[in-house]
């Protein structure tokens, strides 16, 4: 719903049958009645039914109208039992609106309990805040939150919540149009008996595109719906007994398994770029102050290249993030000029600085949006802002992707950046989700969907080295170095960055430990990753006692792998079988080489074979070799599959495990025999 924000409160609900209603409804627009909602609550089952839930989604139902002014009005009935001490959570519900254009009242909060007895939330117990994530940030004084705290919460409870929330038109909305669009997932991670989701619109109005995924289906009856307005077009869609999501690792979106709802009364992704571009456009244009901050940060480039990286290196690292969903305060932007004076801002608004800046040194730019899913969700069908969840700066032209010398990435074919302007945990113009999937670029005269670059594989780098000595005893010295690149280099990052010195000290001491029981620290070493132009590393000297395990005239090692944790494999099929398609980050390439010194008075009695393996999943190699007294050892992995399909999965699974055999890290020494025996 909503002019142009992202779905009033998009629900995670899923959707089943359409089944008939046994009790005659109430009007559109009029929540249950006394007499169901207490039959509904006297009726609830109970922890028994649903073992694995917190809480029971008894009733949702969300109405909503658009007048012939344009106003839009919300109004939902919420009926939740609490089945166990994780379903407490709903004794908090919160509600995010614009106070310049949006109101949201309540129209019945109250707990009921298990005796039937009812018990409304207090007056005091109903506020409006300012989100926490904004303190601080004045611009965004309107954005507030509704709370409202349920009293006498325990499991065997039901809370009923009836909100309603208008939405007023905006007066300037550019080319006259007053966009009206949802996203509603019908399905939760908590099971729901019924969820109905109503629209209303006026009779002369245009019929909307509709959508509907994962099996749901208009109900036959919507045009039949009574209503104070009946002249009008009404939609209507419901499900009944919709299982909980069992959420597992490395599942896909919501959308990609769950019913759900999209529509929307844009008729292209041309007009929606001109809507979104008539908003955009004139709050992104640099004043005096952002061109003379352009002409410092860019004094001593040499090329574009450099120039278009010292801006996105300013807007992204120094420019403070506020996190506000995508469209909860319309989609235009805050002047360019405010952002720069504030040093502050949410996605739209950075933005805004950075097209503004770059076009101020004379680059050509467009902002777009996107979705931040590992696979693209994106329904072309739907011209609808709701469907994105961020925003980036597509600069066209001819660049490579960072100033870092990849080995195993080196010089690429050139292309435009993707600037992400709240990227600060990844490296220069990278991006882990939303690789090759559709994003809407927003021209001045219009809009048209275009793939974002895709990565290789290489590109998501663990490079480790090593260089050991082992002595006779068992005792094992060394140093280890990893270089990473896109996702290990954003791990890295979002792992240490923010780390004081004491913790910092606290991870190279646990990473010390993980060579082995008793391994002491020598030195450690750690790349600046406030720089997002040079690689996330980290390095680590040591001394380990009895690593080789010394037993008669044979000795027993396990060759160590790169102590780091950023640097191991960034996922794994653990689970034996899945009901989801296993959905990760993306292609990656694990590369590690140890030489290890071996003791003098010792021969290798076994070794790791060379191997390779191969699969639609990617490959794997391991190499070994003794030479000049040293073993050298080598395995790489490179991973190319983003998603595997269920079916696919145990194959998937089998690769995987075959690359991390113990066997394959396995070496044994024999003491030689003394000359003349």
Request: proline residues 7%; contains cysteine.
């Given at each position: 719903?909503k002019?142009?924000?992202a779905g ?9 049958l ?16 006394e ?20 809480a029971?989604i008894l ?19 919420l009926?939740v039992?609490?089945?166990k001490d994780?379903?407490?959570?709903f004794?908090?519900?919160?509600r995010?609106?614009d ?9 019945r ?12 939330v ?19 004084a ?10 006498s ?5 039901v ?13 300037s ?12 997932v019908f ?21 909307p ?22 002249k009008a ?5 419901e499900?009944?007994?919709e299982p909980?999501?069992?959420r ?5 979106g919501t ?7 999209l529509?929307s ?29 352009v ?15 010292e801006?996105?290196l300013?807007v ?13 305060a ?8 405010k ?10 608004d950075?933005?805004?600085l ?11 730019n467009?902002?777009?949006?996107s979705r ?9 069908s ?7 969840s961020r ?6 032209g001819?660049?490579?992707d960072?100033t ?11 292309h ?11 490296r ?6 939303g ?9 001045p ?16 780098l663990?490079?480790s ?26 791990q ?6 923010d780390?004081?010195p004491?913790?910092l000290?606290q991870?190279?001491?646990?990473a010390?430990n993980?060579?082995?029981?008793g391994a002491e620290m ?13 690689p ?10 009895e690593?080789?395990?010394?037993q008669?005239e ?6 160590p792998q790169?102590?780091f944790?950023f ?5 794994f099929?653990e ?6 398609d296993?959905?990760?980050d ?18 290798v ?5 060379d ?9 794997w ?5 003794i ?22 999965y145990?194959?998937f699974?089998?690769f995987c ?14 003491k ?6």
């Amino acid at each position: 719903m909503k002019r142009a924000t992202a779905g009033l409160y998009q629900s995670v609900l899923t959707a089943a049958l359409l089944l008939t209603i046994s009790l005659p409804r109430p009007a559109l627009n009029a929540p249950l009645g006394e007499q169901e909602t207490a039959r509904l609550v006297a009726d609830a089952p109970g922890a028994d039914e649903y073992p694995d839930a917190g809480a029971l989604i008894l009733y949702q139902e969300k109405n909503v109208s658009v007048a012939e002014d344009n106003t839009q009005v919300l109004e939902e009935q919420l009926l939740v039992k609490i089945l166990k001490d994780r379903g407490r959570r709903f004794g908090d519900q919160k509600r995010m609106f614009d106070a310049r254009t949006d109101s949201v009242e309540v129209l019945r909060a109250r707990t009921w309990l298990p005796g039937g007895q009812t018990v409304p939330v207090e007056a005091k117990a109903i506020n409006v805040i300012t989100p926490p994530e904004l303190t601080g940030a004045a611009i965004y004084a309107d954005i507030k939150q509704k709370v409202i705290s349920f009293g006498s919460i325990a499991p065997g409870v039901v809370i009923e919540l009836v909100t309603r929330t208008i939405s007023r038109p905006d007066t300037s909305a550019p080319l006259n149009l007053y966009p009206y669009w949802d996203v509603e997932v019908f399905r939760s991670d908590e099971p729901i008996l019924e969820k109905i989701y109503d629209l209303e619109i006026p009779a002369d109005f245009p019929e909307p595109r509709l959508f509907t995924g994962g099996g749901l289906e208009i109900a036959p009856d919507s045009a039949d719906q009574e209503s104070e307005r009946p002249k009008a077009k009404h939609y209507r869609w419901e499900v009944r007994d919709e299982p909980m999501i069992h959420r597992i690792p490395y599942m896909p979106g919501t959308l990609a398994f769950a019913p759900f709802l999209l529509y929307s009364n844009v008729d292209s992704w041309e007009k929606l770029g001109s809507w979104l571009g008539a908003q955009f456009y004139p709050k992104a244009q640099p004043d005096a102050a952002i061109r003379a901050k352009v002409a410092e940060l860019t004094a001593g480039s040499k090329t574009p290249a450099d120039t278009v990286r010292e801006i996105y290196l300013f807007v992204t690292t120094q420019v403070r993030n506020i996190s506000l969903q995508l469209g909860l305060a319309g989609y235009a932007p805050t002047e360019a000029a405010k952002v720069f004076q504030n040093m502050y801002g949410h996605e739209l608004d950075k933005a805004a600085l950075l097209s503004a800046m770059l076009t101020a040194a004379g680059f050509e730019n467009y902002p777009a949006l996107s979705r931040a899913d590992q696979v693209d969700l994106l329904e072309p069908s739907i011209p609808s802002a709701a469907q994105f969840s961020r925003v980036s700066i597509y600069v066209p032209g001819l660049f490579t992707d960072s100033t870092f010398a990849n080995p195993l990435y080196p010089q690429t074919e050139r292309h435009g950046l993707w600037l992400m302007p709240i990227a600060q945990y990844n490296r220069y113009a990278y991006y882990s989700r939303g690789q090759g999937a559709r994003a809407l670029v927003i021209l001045p005269c219009g809009g048209t969907l275009c793939r974002i670059q895709e990565f290789p594989p290489e590109k998501s780098l663990s490079y480790s080295n090593a260089s050991l000595e082992l002595d006779a005893e068992g005792n094992l010295t060394g140093q280890f170095k990893t270089v990473t690149d896109g996702l290990f280099d954003a791990q890295a990052r979002l792992a240490l960055k923010d780390l004081t010195p004491r913790e910092l000290e606290q991870f190279f001491r646990q990473a010390t430990n993980s060579v082995g029981e008793g391994a002491e620290m020598q030195s450690d070493s750690l790349s600046d990753l406030r720089d997002l132009t040079a690689p996330a590393s980290a390095g680590l000297s040591f001394s380990a006692p009895e690593v080789g395990v010394v037993q008669g005239e044979m000795m027993i090692v396990r060759l160590p792998q790169a102590p780091f944790e950023f640097a191991g494999l960034p996922y794994f099929p653990e689970l034996k079988e899945r009901e989801f398609d296993f959905v990760a980050d993306g292609p990656f390439v694990l590369a590690s080489e140890i030489s290890l010194g071996l003791p003098e008075g010792w021969t290798v009695a076994y070794s790791p074979e060379d191997l390779s393996r191969s699969s639609q999943f990617g490959r794997w190699n391991i190499d070994c070799s003794i030479s000049g007294g040293r073993l050298n050892f080598s395995r790489r992995l490179m991973l190319t599959s983003r998603q595997v399909k269920t079916y696919d999965y145990p194959d998937f699974k089998k690769f995987c495990e075959s690359f991390t055999l113990p066997r394959y890290s396995l070496l044994l020494l024999e003491k030689k025999a003394a000359p003349g025996k």
